[in-house]
């Protein structure tokens, strides 16, 4: 049974910063394309980051870029969110996701929601202002 546990998420003032883990368990680690989406209320499911474990690529959503940064820990089949600068926009409930990506570098293929394998349960990010 393929699981995705988000983990990390809470109350943090605007400026802030955060750190997510997604733990995985029930597949290959390297096979799959791994990272985040979110979901304010209200609004669409947004692509926040990739990270894909077989050649290294990351990926990032406009609207995270230079703020978010992806890593992984292979040994521990774990997927980290590393997160700076919160802004009360960055609020949401954080998902894992996972998708098998034919071996794509990760790129503008992650926007695609409907397309990811697997979901974890999110984990709630609160920003004050």
């Known amino acids: 049974e393929v699981q995705l546990q988000a983990s990390g998420g809470g109350l943090v003032q605007a400026g802030g910063s955060l750190r997510l883990s997604c733990a995985t368990s029930?597949?290959?680690?390297?096979?799959?394309?791994i990272g985040w989406y979110r979901q304010a209320p209200g609004k669409d499911r947004e692509e926040v980051a990739c990270?894909?474990?077989?050649?290294?690529?990351?990926y990032y959503g406009n609207s995270v870029k230079g703020r978010f940064a992806i890593s992984s820990d292979s040994a521990k089949n774990t997927v980290y969110l590393q997160m700076w600068s919160l802004k009360p926009e960055d609020a949401a409930i954080y998902y894992c996701?996972?998708?098998?990506?034919?071996?794509?570098?990760?790129?503008?293929?992650?926007?695609?929601?409907?397309?990811?394998?697997?979901w974890g349960k999110g984990t709630q990010v609160t920003v004050s202002s």
């Open positions: 029930g597949f290959t680690f390297g096979d799959y394309a």
């Open positions: 996701t996972a998708d098998e990506g034919s071996g794509r570098p990760c790129g503008s293929w992650w926007t695609n929601a409907d397309g990811m394998d697997y």
């Open positions: 990270f894909a474990p077989y050649d290294g690529s990351v």
